[in-house]
Structures are given as structure tokens and as C-alpha cells.
């Protein structure tokens, strides 16, 4: 995490736009494989966090089979990094922090959003949902969170860090945790074939 802690700061300092979005995939009930992009919302020693509706295409996966993988894909400066490994709900306390941190209208919006990846009518329900939920909690109302709308942290279990260079001849390594170890153990560093 000290490494991709220097990368990160590194993507963020380039002025790259939005350097915390990243592919999270999943797999779903049927074995397939899914990928969409997602914020990452902060990162420690413990992992990644990121935040959803737990009813979503992807919350729905990530409880029935809690292993993910997520990629980094800064074009502009050359650098990739992908992780994977186990994924665990954040705590209540977490969520209701976050939450109330959150803009107005992305708090509405989680209301708004229920049946998130479920079909909708057309667009004008979805603007009345907002809008109800919006005469519900006015402006200087506190909104709170809803239930089924919360954190994921994935745990880090395998990073690479990829660096374009000339000729194909990219910097690859790839940090592995050692069987057996804790996520705070330790990583066995491997330099890959580009």
C-alpha cells in the first residue's frame, strides 16, 4: 500500500482526471464475469474502500462470491495498476460517516436509486422519485443513510504495478502475499515479462 500510495499521489499531482476511478470486477451467480468503473473513495493499509447500493448487479456479486479485482488505467502517464484479493462490507459507523459527507444530491440520489441495475420506465420516474425524496428531506434536513446503501474495502491479495516504456520493454512487478500471511504479512516481489 506504501507503493501504491506513491503512485497514487503521483496520478493525482498529474492533474489526470478523476485518478480514483477504476474497473471493479466482479463475478456474478452464473460465473460470468462483470467490469464496470467505480470511485474509489480512500485506501489504508487494510485496502481500497468504495461505496454502493448493496442491491445493485454488483453488490448482489460481491456477497455471493467476495473476490474482486480492480484495475488503475492512467493512460496519460503511462501506469497501470490492477489488485485483487478478498472483499469485506465496511462497517455501519463507516457508512453513516461517509454518507453524511456526501454531497445533497448524491445522498438523494441513493434514495432515488433503490432498485439500482433494476429496469425503470423512463426517465421521468427516476425524476420523480428524486423529487419525492428530495420534499421528503429539504434542504437543512439531515438525510440519512439508506440500509441497504454501504462500503465495500477490498483486501488486498495480489498488486501489479505496470510502467509503459519504448519497445514493449514495460516495468511489470507484481507484489504477492505469502500463503499464509495476514493482510498486513508478508509480499513476495516478482519483476514480470512485459
Not at 499531482?13 to 473513495?41: C, F, Q, Y
Not at 453524511?100 to 432515488?112: D, E, H, T, V
Amino acid at each position: 500500500m506504501e507503493q501504491f500510495h506513491t503512485w497514487f499521489t503521483q496520478a493525482h499531482t498529474s492533474g489526470l482526471a478523476e485518478p480514483n476511478a477504476m474497473v471493479l470486477s466482479t463475478i456474478d451467480p452464473t460465473g460470468a464475469p462483470r467490469a464496470r468503473t467505480v470511485l474509489m473513495k480512500g485506501y489504508d493499509h487494510a485496502g481500497l474502500r468504495f461505496f454502493t447500493n448493496y442491491r445493485s448487479r454488483k453488490g448482489r456479486s460481491l456477497e455471493d462470491d467476495p473476490r474482486a479485482c480492480v484495475v488503475f488505467p492512467w493512460h496519460a502517464i503511462r501506469r497501470q495498476v490492477m489488485i485483487s484479493g478478498s472483499v469485506e462490507r465496511l462497517t455501519d459507523r463507516e457508512n453513516d460517516e461517509y454518507f453524511a459527507r456526501r454531497p445533497r444530491g448524491s445522498q438523494l440520489g441513493a434514495w432515488a436509486s433503490e432498485r439500482q441495475s433494476a429496469p425503470v420506465a423512463d426517465r421521468a420516474g427516476l425524476d420523480g422519485l428524486y423529487a419525492r425524496f428530495a420534499e421528503v428531506w429539504p434542504p437543512g434536513v439531515e438525510i440519512p443513510r439508506p440500509a441497504y446503501w454501504g462500503g465495500f474495502r477490498l483486501v488486498p491479495r495480489e498488486v501489479e504495478f505496470w510502467q509503459g516504456r519504448s519497445d514493449r520493454m514495460h516495468d511489470r512487478f507484481r507484489y504477492l502475499l505469502a500463503a499464509g500471511a495476514a493482510s498486513d504479512g508478508d509480499w513476495v516481489i516478482d519483476r514480470l515479462s512485459p
